[in-house]
């Protein structure tokens, strides 16, 4: 009985004294956001007749494709660049909060998948800055997340997580992405 109290003992106070359950002394930290919103955008993709309303292009294609039609085989290597109203509701013509530019790369032959990279430029009465997004997006995923990987104004050096969520979508030229942003990191 006497060596099993002592290998019990020693064995408490290895996990007590050690650096994954202890944190060098320090308290483990639960995260919580520090600043979340939730925001809407709005891709048109340009296709040859609607040049009013279009705020995406195709502009690099491979040699099966044209500029005005997204390729066949999960659109495999279009890149699409857009300009996109952000607005706080899941409405096209609710008064837009900003822009989101950038774009977004087809990447995989297999299944439906994009890259993306990305800004939300704010101009608002109650945002102004941006809010730099990076990351995959495996579009058949209902959620996915990318990363927040920094910003300017309002936003100055934020990380986080962002989640996109597809909201609606119109065939081939038209998509709403609800985009739940978490900031980890605010200054």
């Not at 202890?22 to 955008?41: D, E, N, R």
């Not at 290597?77 to 013509?93: E, S």
């Not at 800004?119 to 996915?144: C, E, H, Q, W």
């Amino acid at each position: 009985m006497g060596s099993q109290r002592l290998i019990t003992i020693l064995f408490l106070i290895f996990f007590f004294h050690s650096p994954s359950s202890a944190m060098h002394g320090k308290k483990i930290k639960l995260h919580h956001p520090c600043k979340s919103l939730v925001l809407y955008f709005h891709d048109i993709i340009y296709n040859g007749k609607n040049a009013n309303n279009a705020t995406a292009a195709i502009v690099g294609a491979p040699a099966w494709a044209n500029k005005t039609i997204l390729a066949g085989q999960n659109h495999f290597g279009d890149i699409v660049i857009f300009d996109d109203r952000i607005t706080l509701d899941n409405n096209l013509h609710s008064n837009p909060v900003g822009r989101a530019q950038g774009f977004y790369l087809y990447d995989k032959k297999e299944i439906f998948t994009a890259w993306m990279g990305f800004s939300f430029v704010l101009n608002s009465t109650d945002y102004k800055g941006t809010i730099n997004f990076s990351g995959a997006d495996p579009l058949m995923n209902k959620t996915r997340d990318i990363s927040v990987v920094g910003g300017t104004g309002d936003f100055f050096m934020a990380r986080g997580i962002a989640t996109l969520m597809t909201d609606a979508f119109e065939g081939e030229v038209y998509f709403r992405l609800r985009v739940d942003i978490n900031l980890y990191e605010c200054w």
